[in-house]
T-cell receptor
Framework: DSGVTQTPKHLITATGQRVTLRCSPR?????VYWYQQSLDQGLQFLIQ???????AKGNILERFSAQQFPDLHSELNLSSLELGDSALYFC???????????FGEGSRLTVL | QKEVEQDPGPLSVPEGAIVSLNCTYS??????FMWYRQYSRKGPELLMY????GNKEDGRFTAQVDKSSKYISLFIRDSQPSDSATYLC???????????????FGKGTKLSVIP
């Protein structure tokens, strides 16, 4: 158990819909990262927050947004969903900013 | 050329074999090198972490970094069926704009250890 909690574990929705994925980092970790993992693309970095502030952006689509709240939990919002958004979405947290990430179990999104 | 190259396999070995997993990279700015293990339908789990050239050993696992050749390896001795998983290499470099290190992952090598 990494200590990072993600909900929901599975989500099935239709094209055009909007979903919110939630992440609680490990106790004491200030950084939260979101990654997307699909079969052909591997782990793709989406966005990083540190203590409530956006720190870095990766390949995150404009239809996607995220935020980190004062209690350090984070939410990833995915809107106008397309079939190609079906993937595993991972949240990770880190206290040391050297790249040691601790991942949650992921949220599996299926868009039909 | 991708920043991090990793052979996706799949790699199938008999129980007890020595496994060698490798990654090459092109970005000289990478400073920290990691290996993650990911079981099916689970999140990646940090296995090994190193920042210097040379070897680092942890039980049956040895991580090797050769910065001059831009090449990293993970060796698994006496492989077990429980080692069957996808192994991802990862490397980090400072993102000066973010004030933190940014991780880049290889695509992962799927390993099966056959009893």
């Amino acid at each position: 158990d990494s200590g990072v909690t993600q909900t929901p574990k599975h989500l099935i929705t239709a094209t055009g819909q909007r979903v919110t994925l939630r992440c609680s980092p490990r106790s004491g970790d200030l950084s939260v990262y979101w990654y997307q993992q699909s079969l052909d693309q591997g782990l793709q970095f989406l966005i990083q927050y540190y203590n409530g502030e956006e720190r870095a952006k990766g390949n995150i689509l404009e239809r996607f947004s995220a935020q980190q709240f004062p209690d350090l939990h984070s939410e990833l919002n995915l809107s106008s969903l397309e079939l190609g958004d079906s993937a595993l979405y991972f949240c990770a947290s880190s206290v040391a900013q050297t790249g040691e990430l601790f991942f949650g179990e992921g949220s599996r999104l299926t868009v039909l | 050329q991708k920043e991090v190259e990793q052979d996706p396999g799949p790699l199938s070995v008999p129980e007890g074999a020595i496994v060698s997993l490798n990654c090459t990279y092109s970005n000289s700015a990478f400073q920290y090198f990691m290996w993650y293990r990911q079981y099916s339908r689970k999140g990646p789990e940090l296995l090994m972490y190193t920042y210097s050239s040379g070897n680092k050993e942890d039980g049956r696992f040895t991580a090797q970094v050769d910065k001059s050749s831009k090449y990293i390896s993970l060796f698994i001795r006496d492989s077990q069926p429980s080692d069957s998983a996808t192994y991802l290499c990862a490397m980090s470099a400072i993102n000066s704009g973010a004030g933190s290190y940014q991780l880049t992952f290889g695509k992962g090598t799927k390993l099966s250890v056959i009893p």
